[in-house]
């Protein structure tokens, strides 16, 4: 796999992701929604030991409909968003696709949280599209 680099839009904090994504996706959620400044936000969900992050983020935690903590790592000087963290899974991560470098080095495959898109930029049909979170897939033995 070829690595993935992005940055904030100042420059002070720098990462690469060496891990193979598990899943990209879009989400309309209104927590994504507002700490993005539009309609949704794709995330590129790696493992957390996958990305190393050069520079310092500040994290504001907030809970989510599941009552998870969500922390949103973003730059301290500029504001970029550039990843997230969810209490129930430490070992994940979720890094913005709009901090990347090359933007097109991924393509998402899912959207949720469908049920709150706004009329103005509305779900692609061509990929799977779920109203809500939907279920973690059972851990294969």
């Known amino acids: 796999m070829t690595s993935i680099k992005g940055s904030c839009l100042c420059g002070s904090v720098e990462f690469e992701i060496s ?16 700490s993005s400044g539009t309609g949704h936000c794709t995330n590129i969900i790696v493992q957390a030991d996958g990305v190393s992050v050069t520079g310092d983020l500040k994290f504001f935690d907030q809970p989510a409909d599941s009552g998870n903590v969500i922390s949103r790592g973003f730059c301290p000087d500029c504001g970029s968003a550039i990843m997230t963290r969810n209490s129930v899974r430490p070992h994940m991560v979720g890094v913005r696709a709009s901090s990347l470098d090359d933007p097109d080095q991924i393509t998402p495959g899912v959207n949720v949280y469908t049920c709150r898109a706004p009329s103005w930029d509305q779900p692609d049909e061509s990929i799977a599209s779920f109203d809500k979170m939907p279920p973690p897939a059972p851990a294969s033995s």
Not at 19 to 34: L, M, T
Request: aromatic content about 12%; hydrophobic content about 20%.
């Open 19 to 34: 891990a193979e994504p598990k899943f990209v996706g879009n989400c309309y959620c209104e927590d994504c929604r507002k």
